[in-house]
């Protein structure tokens, strides 16, 4: 069952130090920066039930998220709340009628932003969670426009070309179920990214997301877009090419990936592809068991083959207790990525669901390192 609740409107005091919201959870992130100004995107959900009771974050799941934008002009310093950017429950096609989840933005050569992200039908009580990749656009930035979303793949009605490309999905009677595919974690299809390719000459449009090569064998996701350089020619996008599933060194030590981010370092000649991953391998699995990795692969092919970042492991070092790295700005003549991360709710005191303060990679000898750090 889900329960709605009204979302909070912007908060008007600007945070910093990161991004500990009053009044609502936050969690995943993607951004982009545009005339000295960075906005940061992520997921949000209210902290208060609607008789004011606190929502727990293992809770979260029977309410639906929307999309939330902060806006940035020193740098991450400080971000001001910019309000709701993106609802559930607005595409006419219903894919997004119980909850929206993570996905990406691209700004539009006009003031427009189109958006990427995962949209959740319930099917039924048993099957609340049925993962569609979509789009939106805003013409403003400031919030999509109402009708403008758009499926991408879905796993009904694309079903053959994504299994006959190599995607698992378990039998159409069980995708989206609540206790998970043949025993594993839930349908894997979600969390779509959005970039230009700015190593080859065209730059053409792509997206990755997350997803599964079997049951519990994680995946990155990829595909080559087509669409109109215009806010609303969203019912022109579509997907040009879909590539087979791309599989990473180690993708043996988790059961999910979550988030994949790919960067084009065309200083150096390579791509550098950031995921989330954890290791639950059941939905009935306690949390206590589960690890929660940030980790880091560099190749010079998008399709691969990936090396891990650092000669010894692909995890991130330095920032324990938080999942799903955002790239705010790479700067790649220094070889620094600057980034923000949520806090998970294993983190302590006020931190979990909430923003870390900006934090620095450096990327200058990947692969000759044993395992690649983060700093504040």
Known sequence: MIHNVEIPKAWSEPFTGGIKHPELYLWDAWSFERAGSWHLFCLAVNRFKADASPLQPFERNAFPFHIRQFISSDKGASWQDAGVFQRS?????????????????????TRGVLSAYTGIRQLDADHPFLQSLAV????????????????????QRDENRLRQAGYYFASREQMGSA???????????????????????????????????????????????????DADALSRIEVEELFPPIHLPDESEYSQIECPKILCDKKNGRYILLVATTTRYSEGQPDSEVSKKNRMYVSEALTGPWRTAGSETSCIAGIENQFG????????????????????????????????????????????????????
């Open 89 to 109: 429950g607005e595409a006419k096609d219903g894919h997004d009628s119980r909850s929206i989840w993570s996905g990406g933005v691209l700004p539009l050569a």
């Open 136 to 155: 939106a656009a805003s013409r403003d930035g400031a919030a999509v426009k109402p009708g403008s979303q758009s499926l991408l793949l879905c796993p």
């Open 179 to 229: 206790a998970g595919e043949e025993s594993g974690p839930v349908l894997a299809w979600r969390d779509p990214a959005l970039f230009y390719d700015r190593l080859s000459d065209q730059s053409p449009l792509y997206t990755v997301w997350a997803a599964k090569a079997c049951q519990r064998k994680p995946a990155v996701g990829m595909a080559k877009l087509r669409r109109q350089d």
């Open 325 to 376: 790295i955002e790239v705010l700005s790479a700067d790649f003549d220094r070889n620094e990525l600057l980034c923000v991360a949520a806090y998970t709710e294993a983190a302590e005191g006020d931190l979990p669901l909430t923003f870390s303060p900006a934090f620095s990679i450096d990327i200058s000898d990947l692969e000759n390192i044993a395992s690649v750090s983060a700093t504040n």
